[in-house]
């Protein structure tokens, strides 16, 4: 048998197990009737989160905005308190060996890179 023929026969053969007729067999409709059970479910489930993120993540995000902000108004309060006794200035806090001990400066001072000069003590001046 030659190349040609007996590859003819093989692509034959390969070609005629694909060919599938679903179109009125018991499994194709069970296989749709699986899909759109699959279809409802997603869209159940994603309307559940949905109103989840809506109901309950939402007004939980408020409720903690604005539970921060009042915290921080009350810090702010104190600490302008602070300044209206010491003429404008944050008192020294307390020089304990042990806080800010620094090896080697960073690259850009002894300050973090997130140094406020109104919070912070500042570190350039000891």
Known sequence: MSLLARNAIRAAGRSSRQVRSYS???AYRNYIAEQEALSHHATDTTNLWRKISYFVCVPAIAVCVAWVYNAEAEHKHHLDHLRAE???HL???PAYEYLNRRGKPFPWGMNSLF???HSNKDLTSQ
């Open 91 to 93: 008192p020294e806090g």
């Open 86 to 88: 010491h003429d404008g």
């Open 24 to 26: 009125s067999t018991q």
């Open 115 to 117: 140094f406020n000069p």
